[in-house]
């Protein structure tokens, strides 16, 4: 397993940042990863739910998102699945004076035996940061432009 976690504040109210993460519509806009909802229901996001995004990085084309934890404009963790790559992801918003502070925090697992703990630390675990860390940065960028 491969575990990072990716922080980022935001000078925006938490109110405002909950809604570009859970908002389809908010999200395919600040989201360079993400094409489109293709099923996302109206009251996204809910424990239990399974959520189709089309998604644009890499060769797998659809992201599977399963929300698990949702307290509203505090933590959203879900479990992803992109291809052969399986993911808990938990996002943590925290109040602070200039705004809120942003925090991702990422298991990433490919269930392959031996050549998947490899994959995990060489390939996949290093471009979902890299992947994660953007997206954080494009949410800030969002969100303070009003």
């Known amino acids: ?7 980022i504040e935001i000078a925006a109210p938490p109110a405002r940042v909950w809604r570009a993460l859970c908002d389809p519509a908010e999200v ?9 909802a293709i099923d996302a229901p109206a009251d996204y996001p809910q424990p239990g739910q399974h959520v189709r995004w089309r998604y ?3 060769p797998y084309k659809v992201l599977l998102d399963k929300p698990q934890e949702v ?4 933590t959203l963790r879900s479990l992803i699945s992109v291809g052969p790559t399986r993911m808990d992801e938990t996002y943590t918003l925290d109040e602070i004076d200039r705004g809120t502070r942003l925090s991702a925090k990422m298991l990433v697992r490919v269930p392959w035996a031996i050549v998947g703990v490899i994959a995990e630390r060489v390939v996949f675990g290093p471009a979902a940061r890299r992947a994660v860390t953007a997206s954080l ?10």
């Open 1 to 7: 397993m491969f575990a990072f976690t990716v922080s």
């Open 71 to 74: 307290v509203p404009e505090r």
């Open 56 to 58: 644009a990085n890499g």
């Open 137 to 146: 940065q494009a949410i800030k960028v969002y969100c303070e432009a009003g």
């Open 28 to 36: 395919v806009v600040w989201d360079t990863g993400v094409v489109a």
